[in-house]
């Protein structure tokens, strides 16, 4: 298995506070992405990097920033939660572009009350 | 607007049976195509893909086969074992891209014994 962690693996907040989800890996891959699952939706990416510092959006990336300061760790802020941003959040990683597999975390449920 | 679609949200096959399920894109710059796995609480799991410039890839019990003028794979699955029970997302990847992979909503496949 690939070494991702994603850390809450649970968490419950309140609208209008700022939450941040952590994914960290452990095997050095330059490429990192936050992916939101929903019913009905699939699976939706947030936003993804391409290397420390380096990051761009994706298909859903209203309300979301990201930060990435070092190759193993890919940080996902809510800066305002809100109700719809209630979701499972999946991290992924990838070894390098044109390795099209994409590796996934366990997932972060996050309840917005 | 969906660009990867899997219309069948729920499937049901006997144990034993063979498991068929399908997939259709729109994006004509997608040159790679996956499938997923996800049990409940975990994240998905890499299945089987497959290169745009084939029309079939065979792994053990799984095969994919891809009808690049229908836009159209699916997933044969033979025989179909309880453990098969899951949720499977088809996904694309667009040629030369680094934003990751575009995912349908999924199909949840129930194997009866």
């Known amino acids: 298995d690939a070494g991702i962690t994603q850390s809450p693996r649970h968490k419950v907040t309140e609208t209008g506070t700022p939450v941040t989800l952590r994914c960290h890996q452990t095997e050095n891959h330059r490429y990192m992405y936050w992916y939101r699952q929903d019913p009905g939706h699939g699976l939706r990416l947030i936003h993804y990097?391409?290397?420390?510092?380096?990051?761009d959006k994706g298909e859903v990336s209203d309300g979301y920033s990201v930060s990435r300061s070092k190759t193993e760790d890919f940080l996902l802020t809510l800066e305002s939660a809100t109700s719809s941003q209630t979701s499972v959040y999946f991290c992924a990683i990838s070894e390098r572009q044109g390795k099209e597999k994409l590796f996934f975390g366990s997932g972060t449920q996050l309840s917005v009350l | 607007d969906q660009q990867v679609k899997q219309n069948s949200p729920s499937l049901s096959v006997q144990e034993g049976r063979i498991s068929i399920l399908n997939c259709d894109y729109t994006?004509?710059?997608?040159?790679?195509f996956l499938w997923y796995k996800k049990y409940p609480a975990e994240g998905p799991t890499f299945l089987i893909s497959?290169?745009?410039?084939?029309d079939k890839n065979e792994d053990g019990r799984f095969t994919v086969f891809l009808n690049k003028s229908a836009k159209h794979l699916s997933l044969h699955i033979v025989p179909s074992q309880p453990g098969d029970s899951a949720v499977y997302f088809c996904?694309?990847?667009?040629?030369?891209?680094?934003?990751?992979?575009?995912f349908g909503k999924g199909t949840h496949l129930i194997i009866q014994p």
């Open positions: 994006n004509s710059m997608f040159d790679y």
């Open positions: 996904a694309a990847k667009r040629g030369g891209g680094a934003d990751g992979l575009t």
């Open positions: 990097s391409y290397g420390v510092k380096d990051t």
């Open positions: 497959i290169s745009s410039i084939k």
